[in-house]
């Protein structure tokens, strides 16, 4: 069974894609303006997966934050029902 996505785990995987330092980066932030594309969006989808978490890139592409992307991770994880289930 693969590991649980923690919000340390997934501010790293923001980070390398942002070239930032996990800590630097900010959870307000707009992905879009943060300047993640679709390709970067749906690889992160994808590695998230890989964790266990039901996700998708169309999930990722309707919330505004790193904060609400973190929520619906956690809640994916934490077995949340969600609309498509």
Known sequence: MPE????QAFRSDLA???HQEPDDVD???NP???????????TLA???????VDVSFLDLAEC???AQ????????QAGAPHADA
């Open 4 to 7: 649980p996505l923690t919000l």
């Open 16 to 18: 390398e894609y942002l």
């Open 27 to 29: 959870l307000d932030e």
């Open 32 to 42: 879009l303006d943060a300047g993640l594309d679709s390709l970067r969006i749906t």
């Open 46 to 52: 994808e590695q998230w997966r890989s964790t266990g």
């Open 64 to 66: 505004t934050s790193f």
């Open 69 to 76: 992307w973190w929520q619906l991770l956690s809640e994916r």
